[in-house]
């Protein structure tokens, strides 16, 4: 029992730390991408090279005022970015990080993964609907469709591995990569279950091209328009923790998560890379993704919120279903490396 | 089939623009060398300001303290928002004859957007825009500038 509750306490407060660090690193590596990428310098006043910038941020953000409109309904105004926070928190469960390092490796993991992101879904539109607000309404409106839309093309993206794999267990959708990485051993069909979730989980943690609920430039800020000190810089946090997630995802089921690269069974190639270790494997392959990312958002022009949805319902299901269909084909008729 | 064939060259031809895009942002990505903002406070004495950036208005004074300004008043016509206020006097020349001068020359430079019209309209190129931008003062009044210098006289031969 003692033994539990210690594990527990251990695992929360690395988490909790985990979270701190990736608020600050992701927040900076933005900042410098989206600087390097629009030909400007970047923050580079506060620290060597501007990288305690972010420290700076958080300690404002956290001595401001946090203020409830008069308005508001106050219980699930408080209440809303804890909500979003925890959805982020229990994601992190059954995400392994490296070898054997692994918090809930429970055997629906990939089930467990779906069902759980659509929570901050609900934390989103508390806040909407909570703020009294016009514009934080008609964001949280639009993000909650743009959720559930996404989500099924996540979902086909997600489950067209799970076929290949044969399990849900995140642990066996790893070791089923043993011998190669599952973008480059299944072929064309799931390069395109790939892209097609990298584009859905944009779309579901609300960036641009996709960032409907926040649109800065027609509703303010959207869903947070009202939030300011630490519950504003609580949904920021879970913006970004909720892009390393879905990062995380996307390298362990599509990239192989902690796996170094192998190449089939040759056999002193892959001893070689097994020398890096497999965190460096999992943090390198997430951080990858991450800055594909941020790539898309300081590349593509936003969307308007029809064209998004017609860009979920008539591209990206009607050909990720058909992939599923192709990927099926491809796994039972075993064509795959 | 024509619809598939669309179909297919929409989803072809949309992939193919946003690659472009990101080829583009790419590169800017890893050619990290030609910089366009500019370290300011550090660079202040080696400001590199595009030709056409305006600051202020300002009257230029050759070393006599004699300025190119008739007192014509074009420039106060010109500006779409009240900005430049001229006082003008009446000079008697030795030979006895009257001829219009500016007293004051008063520029408002918190109204100013800087929309360059005065400068076209000045039939004398008696002002110009300098490139100043550090205006900012602890009074909104000393924002009101007196663009003739004391005692300054109009430049000879400008009519």
Known sequence: MLTTLTELTIVGILILTLFAVLGLVLVFMERKVSAYMQIRLGPNRVGYKGIAQTLADTIKLVVKEGLTPNGADKFLFNLAPFIVMFGAMLLMAPIPFARNSQIWDLNIGVLYITAVSSISVIGILMAGWSSNNKYSLLGAMRSGAQIVSYELSAGLAIISIVVLTGSLKISEIIASQETGWWIFRGHIPVLISFVIFIIAVTAETNRAPFDMAEAESELTAGFHTEYSGMRFALFFLAEYVNIFIVCAIGATLFLGGWMPFHIGNWAGFNHLMDFIPSSIWFFGKTFFLIFVIMWFRWTFPRLRIDQLLNLEWKYLLPIGMFNLLLMTIIAIMGWYF | ?159
Do not use: W
Request: glycine share 4%; aromatic share 8%.
């Open chain 2, 1 to 159: 089939m024509s619809f598939l064939r669309n179909y297919i060259s929409t989803v072809y031809n949309s992939v193919r623009s946003l690659l472009i895009g990101m080829r583009r942002t790419g590169y800017y990505f890893t050619h990290h060398k030609e910089i366009i903002t500019q370290n300011y406070p550090e660079n202040r004495d080696q400001l590199n300001l595009p030709e056409r950036f305006k600051g202020e208005v300002v009257m230029p004074h050759n070393d006599n303290n004699e300025h190119r300004c008739t007192g014509c008043t074009a420039c106060e016509l010109a500006c779409p928002n009240g900005t430049i206020k001229i006082i003008t006097k009446f000079d008697i020349s030795p030979e006895g004859k009257k001829k219009k001068a500016i007293d004051t020359f008063i520029y408002h430079l918190e109204l100013c957007t800087m929309c360059n019209l005065c400068i076209q309209a000045c039939p004398t190129d008696a002002i110009k825009m300098a490139q100043t931008f550090e205006h900012s003062v602890y009074d909104r009044s000393e924002f009101i500038k007196t663009l003739n210098k004391p005692d300054s006289k109009l430049m000879e031969g400008v009519e």
